[in-house]
C-alpha cells in the first residue's frame, strides 16, 4: 500500500514538471490513472482498447518521465531548491533576506 502511495506521489512529481514533453495521449492517460483514480479497465474500456494496452502504454510513459528526470534533474533540483530556501529562513532574522527567499519561491 505504502509503495502505491509513494509511486503515485513519485509520477505525480515528475509529471509536474515533463507533462509537456509527453503527447497529449500519454498527459490523458496519466491524469485517467494517477490524478482521477480511474482503473486500468475503465480506461481501457473508455478509450476501446485491452486493459493490457493501457497498462503497457502506462508503463511506458512513466518510464518516460524516469527517463526525462534521469536526464534534466529538474523535479531533484526544485527539491533540492526548497530545501535551501526553507533552511536559509530558519537560519535568518534579517527580514530584508527573507523578502528576497519569499520572492525566490515564486520563480519557477
Known sequence: MMDDLKKK???DRLF????VLLTAKQRDLVIAYYHDDLSLGEIAERDGVSRNAVFDQLKKTVKKLEDFEA???L???E???VEIIKAMEKASDDKRVNALLEALKGVD
Open 9 to 11: 506521489l513519485d509520477v
Open 75 to 77: 523535479a531533484s533540483r
Open 79 to 81: 527539491e533540492k531548491r
Open 16 to 19: 509536474s514538471h515533463y507533462q
Open 71 to 73: 536526464k534534466l534533474h
